[in-house]
Nanobody, 124 residues
Framework: VQLQASGGGLVQSGGSLRLSCRAS????????IGWYRQVPGKEREGVSC????????DYADSVKGQFTISRDFAKRTVYLQMNSLKPEDTAVYYC??????????????????WGQGTLVTVSS
């Protein structure tokens, strides 16, 4: 299982970024993909997930209406569009998957497989 996150960077408050997660080594169509974020010294925070068939999505309350998750099966890629970014969105963002858990915001931080993250820094 390989998950490669990219697209992070430095952005001003109010700006936007789109993160990408390229998946390989497993059948993407059978498992959910989620994003969680982590700040040093704090717990993982599940941000958003999308179901195996792409029909179900879930978001943490803190990002509802601000972030949008989508997936492109042909490209084996899941995207996280982040708009109206705030300094408190600063974190390392990881994409993850699990072969048993489903797509709920609460489950994402418990997913078993994740790759290296991508750093998002939002300046005020």
């Amino acid at each position: 299982v390989q998950l490669q996150a990219s697209g992070g960077g430095l952005v001003q408050s109010g700006g936007s970024l789109r993160l990408s997660c390229r998946a390989s080594g497993f059948n993407l169509a059978h498992f959910p993909i989620g994003w969680y974020r982590q700040v040093p010294g704090k717990e993982r925070e599940g941000v958003s997930c999308i179901s195996s068939n792409g029909h179900v999505t879930d978001y943490a309350d803190s990002v509802k209406g601000q972030f949008t998750i989508s997936r492109d099966f042909a490209k084996r890629t899941v995207y996280l569009q982040m708009n109206s970014l705030k300094p408190e969105d600063t974190a390392v963002y990881y994409c993850a998957t699990d072969f048993e858990l489903g797509c709920t915001a609460a489950a994402i931080s418990k997913y078993d497989y994740w790759g290296q993250g991508t750093l998002v820094t939002v300046s005020s």
